[in-house]
């Protein structure tokens, strides 16, 4: 699950400058752009390990890895809404807006630990995944909700990709076949 979170941390690395500049309207319409792209990309990883997860994780892993599916399925929704808390937290922050990471961080916080102290003991490893993905999901639409609150966008403008998104993949795609 933690490996999910690396591309998106690598991505708001470089949208975080792009922010501080000022040019608010192309890091804005950049921003949205990653998270509509990060969310097909890890629809397209994340659909097959649904699928046949079950049987890959023991397979690639072994044996002790055979309760790992249930858990990480219930991991899903905050492995979704972690990678676009990375790219939101990257823009707020670039924007000088930390409150807004820090209330976000410790609604998260809240959920998890509570939720955490009375599920666990009866839920086990399952009520585990469940609170983690819950706090992470408020954490999610609490930050989505600060920035909707400056724009009005929908929320399909976060994860719906668009027509002009795979242009803007093709345009990377040659960039990076012109320098090998």
Known sequence: VHMFMVLPTVLASGLFPQTVQGNLADARALLLRLCRLLFLLYTLILLPLVLFGKWF??????????????????LIPGIYALSMVALLNAYHSGKRKLMVNVIGSLLALLIIAVGDVLLIPDGGIIAAAQVSSVGYTVYGIYTFWAFWRDYKISWTAL????????????????QVQNKI
């Open 57 to 74: 994780f023991p397979t690639l892993f072994g044996p002790s890895f055979q309760t790992m599916y249930e858990p990480f399925v219930c």
């Open 159 to 174: 994860w719906w990709p668009q027509k002009g998104d795979l242009h803007f993949v093709e345009s990377l795609w040659k």
